[in-house]
């Protein structure tokens, strides 16, 4: 799962809230470290 944010419906007609979670998810996402590509092997 990647490239979006589930959110409980209590927070949907909270924008306060939701800009709250939202931040805070991208505060987590932010601060992951990249993951090398790997390489891939040429065939023969």
Do not use: T
């Not at 589930?6 to 990249?34: A, F, G, Q, R, T």
Request: without cysteine; charged residues 35%; hydrophobic residues 35%.
């Amino acid at each position: 799962m990647k490239e979006y944010v589930v959110l409980p419906p209590s927070v949907y007609d909270n924008s306060e809230e939701m800009l709250k979670w939202l931040n805070i998810s991208y505060d987590y996402v932010s601060s992951l470290i990249l993951k090398e590509k790997n390489k891939v092997k040429k065939k023969d």
